[in-house]
């Protein structure tokens, strides 16, 4: 982010699902740099720890620190996060950002890829969403806080492999799709405790999600956008940091598209 002219500036304690890489990752730099402590949260990456460890040395004005936990799990995702506010300070923002792919012919997905698609693309964002709101409503009057959810372009497209070839991810796409109208109905219903539920859909970036593809894959979706590339994940934060911030104090239930152009076509 720019040093100068129009800087955003955080504080409070931010949650970041999965935090550690990817577009996360960025997200968990960027807060730090903006003033929040940061709580990564991952489910495996037995280097998150490290990972925090990094952005802590480089932003030494907050606390960053990893969790483990699998946001599926609505229970314990409650208990890391109640955890996260008594080692970090007060809760102020999160962003659900955890999500699975899995690329498969619709013919052979199973109930198993179901679950494990929907337990955390949408599962995982709902109960994620439902832990921090939860602390944010007991606080009674002081109530507020504000939500991003890391949705994607593909809510709202099929994907190419190439000219006229679908890219076969039919419950990722639809996953995300559902949670671009879960930030409305949540947005809706937790107005009245002061809490802004918004989304941010990015269109390829590059990360280990992507990083698998076949190369022909790839350079395919790149040349295909009007940009003509893959986003960087820093690329994403910027309109992230601004929802959660007081500057879009007047925006809540809408998405944010971050695609180089793609939805133009
Ligand atoms: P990524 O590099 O594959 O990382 C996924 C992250 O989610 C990891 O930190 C992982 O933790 C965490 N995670 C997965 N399941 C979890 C669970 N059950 N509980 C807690 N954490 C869990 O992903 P990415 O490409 O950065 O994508 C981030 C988000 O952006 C996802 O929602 C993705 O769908 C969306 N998105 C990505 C793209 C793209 O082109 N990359 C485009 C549009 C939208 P571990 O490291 O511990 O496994």
């Excluded at 109960?127 to 593909?154: C, H």
């Excluded at 076969?168 to 937790?190: D, M, T």
């Excluded at 390829?204 to 076949?214: M, P």
């Excluded at 894959?217 to 590339?229: C, Y």
């Amino acid at each position: 982010m720019s040093s100068t002219g129009y800087v955003l500036k955080l504080g409070g304690t931010v949650i970041v699902t999965g935090g550690n890489r990817g577009i996360g990752k960025a997200f968990s730099r960027a807060l730090a740099r903006a003033g929040s402590n940061v709580a990564i949260i991952y489910r495996t990456s037995k280097d998150a720890p490290d990972v925090a460890r990094k952005i802590q040395e480089e932003f030494q004005n907050v606390k960053v620190r990893a969790y483990q936990v699998d946001v599926s799990d609505y229970d314990r995702t409650v208990e890391t996060f109640k955890r996260a506010e008594q080692e970090l300070g007060e809760v102020t923002g999160l962003i659900a950002n955890a999500g699975v792919s899995a690329i498969k012919p619709a013919l052979e997905l199973t109930t198993e890829d179901f679950r494990n698609i929907y337990g955390v693309n949408v599962l995982g964002v709902f109960n994620s969403a439902k832990a921090v709101a939860r602390i944010w409503v007991d606080r009674g009057e002081r109530s507020k806080g504000s939500i991003v959810i890391t949705a994607s372009m593909s809510a709202e497209i099929i994907n190419q492999a190439s000219t006229n070839k679908p890219l076969p991810q039919a419950f990722y796409n639809s996953s995300k799709a559902a949670v671009r109208n879960l930030v409305k109905g949540l947005a809706a219903e937790w107005v009245t405790h002061n809490i802004r539920v918004n989304s941010v859909s990015p269109g390829y970036v590059r990360t280990d999600q992507t990083e698998h593809l076949d190369k022909n894959i790839r350079d395919h979706q790149a040349h295909n956008v009007p940009l003509r590339r893959f986003a960087e994940p820093e690329e994403i934060t910027g309109q992230a940091l601004l929802l959660l911030s007081d500057r879009a104090s007047y925006q809540t239930g809408a998405d944010y598209l971050v695609d180089g152009g793609q939805l133009i076509w």
